[in-house]
């Protein structure tokens, strides 16, 4: 089987929030509505204070509970893991929005541009089927089908990786099939300590940050 797996590495992340513009480009997003954002956090007291950056969005959870409150069958999980949403099925009622624990899903009532006006490029990419309807990330999942149909292996070549993963200029980002024991992201998660958002929920979440070397970790094979 196949699990798409996104892993965050938080020492590397330095909030420049090119993930984020990166995002926004690749899916035509409208103002206010970024399906991946970094949170800026600080911990500690003082004089230990320490700052922290966090990409979030949706975490394509095992077990997600938009999929169980969507009352139109909407919101689907695919084989592979990603949560995608039926904007054909979506009435827009926002109980996905409501029930998901991550606040990683959006509903835009009316179209809304930059600077009022539509630009040429923002009217060009404009999507009406977006409108009076969730979305949220999808792990830019076109990206992924398209480059699979032609051979090429997400988190490894670009052309089939996720926006916000090629955009991230510290290398923090990582993304593969965390059920493939060799891809990057398993290599990843077996050589570091490492965590997910509201595990205590069981969701299951398919978003994992990275904070510290596992000094039990294997060795890492030479190439």
């Known amino acids: 089987m196949t699990k798409w797996t996104m892993v965050a590495d938080l020492r590397r992340c330095i909030g420049c929030q090119t993930?984020?513009?990166?995002c926004k480009h690749a899916n035509a997003t409208p103002p206010g509505v970024q399906w991946r954002r970094v949170l800026d956090m600080e911990f500690g007291e003082y004089p230990d204070v320490q700052r922290a950056f966090v990409p979030v969005g949706c975490q394509h959870c095992d077990d997600p509970p938009c999929l169980e409150v969507c009352p139109t069958t909407a919101t689907k999980k695919r084989a592979d893991g990603i949560v995608t949403i039926d904007y054909d099925l979506c009435i827009g009622c926002a109980?996905?929005?409501?029930?998901?624990p991550y606040q990683a899903r959006y509903k835009t009532e009316r179209?809304?541009?930059?600077?009022?006006?539509a630009t040429a490029a923002e009217a060009q990419r404009h999507d009406d089927a977006r409108i009076g309807v969730a979305t949220k990330c999808t792990f830019c999942v076109e990206r992924i089908d398209a480059g699979t149909?032609?051979?090429?292996?997400?988190?490894i070549d670009p052309e089939a990786t996720p926006a916000c993963v090629n955009s991230c200029i510290a290398q923090a980002l990582a993304f593969?099939?965390?059920?493939?024991?060799?891809?990057?992201?398993?290599?990843?998660?077996?050589?570091?300590?490492?965590?997910?958002?509201?595990?205590e929920l069981g969701t299951?979440?398919?978003f994992h940050y990275l904070w510290d070397e596992r000094r039990d970790a294997p060795e890492p094979e030479e190439t």
Do not use: I, W
């Open 111 to 117: 179209p809304t541009f930059a600077y009022g006006k």
């Open 19 to 22: 993930c984020t513009a990166a």
């Open 149 to 155: 149909a032609r051979g090429l292996k997400p988190g």
């Open 204 to 206: 299951g979440s398919n």
């Open 95 to 100: 109980y996905c929005a409501v029930a998901c």
């Open 176 to 199: 593969g099939d965390a059920d493939d024991p060799d891809s990057n992201v398993s290599q990843l998660l077996a050589r570091h300590e490492h965590f997910r958002m509201h595990e």
